[in-house]
């Protein structure tokens, strides 16, 4: 059976205000697919570059990044 810890990840909290992570921002992401071609420190440089275009008034950077890091990553099954 596996078990899960907590993440040491904390998200900042927006508390009451909404803000929404638009497509266009995440159709710009770079897409990671653990494949052997690619390099994997291009792709972290170039993330964090797009990520840097995208501002959200009350969230500091990493946050952004954050909430942006699942749309990035399409990792494929490798059975």
């Known amino acids: 059976m596996r078990t899960s810890l ?3 990840i904390q998200v900042q909290s927006v508390g009451e205000r909404n803000f929404e992570l638009r497509s ?3 159709n710009t992401l770079p897409k990671f697919h653990d494949l052997e071609s690619e390099d ?5 440089r170039e993330f964090y570059e797009v990520c840097l275009m995208m501002k ?5 950077d ?14 494929l099954d490798k059975k």
Not at 40 to 44: D, K, P, S
């Open 6 to 8: 907590p993440s040491c």
């Open 24 to 26: 266009k921002f995440i």
């Open 40 to 44: 994997t420190y291009f792709f972290i």
């Open 56 to 60: 959200i008034s009350y969230l500091v």
């Open 62 to 75: 990493d946050a952004i990044r954050l909430r942006f890091v699942p749309f990035a990553f399409k990792l």
